[in-house]
């Protein structure tokens, strides 16, 4: 996925019926204020801990939210949940982690032990 494109593209896109996806609801579009959207804006700036939500078709066994490492390329998992609605309550900041200023909040969804596929989102989050 393009580096803007989950600031400026439309959400909705053509998808077949069958198709299993996942979307990340939360944050988006707006400015959050310690987990609540105060301003509607073109991207997602979050201040404070702010609960990421998915929304998931129903063969979506569980959802892995990730944020890549300060050093290095494969994300690293935040939180796995298991049980709808899947969410993560992102309250925290590690020291080796990528997760203030701008942040890729990237999901990965399965449907099977072996089959996943990702989404991400791009946000500027600030740690008061």
Same mark, same amino acid.
């Given at each position: 996925m393009?580096?803007?494109s989950s600031l400026y593209a439309p959400s909705s896109f053509q998808r077949?019926?069958?198709?299993?996806y996942v979307e990340i609801t939360k944050p988006r579009n707006g400015i959050y204020f310690f987990d609540?959207?105060?301003?509607?804006?073109?991207g997602q700036i979050v201040i404070?801990?702010?609960?990421?939500?998915?929304e998931a078709t129903d063969?979506?066994?569980h959802v892995e939210f990730m944020v890549p490492p300060k050093v290095g390329c &494969?994300? $690293?998992?935040?939180?796995n949940d298991s049980s709808r609605p899947f969410s993560y309550y992102w309250n925290a900041s590690h020291e080796g982690l990528k997760d203030r200023g701008f942040v890729n909040m990237m999901v990965r969804w399965y449907t099977g032990p072996h089959n996943f596929t990702?989404?991400?989102?791009f946000l500027l &989050?600030? $740690?008061p």
């Open positions: 393009h580096l803007f077949e019926e069958n198709d299993s609540i959207k105060i301003m509607p804006v073109f404070g801990a702010v609960t990421v939500e998915v063969d979506i066994t &494969r994300p $690293i998992v935040l939180h990702d989404d991400d989102i &989050r600030i $740690i």
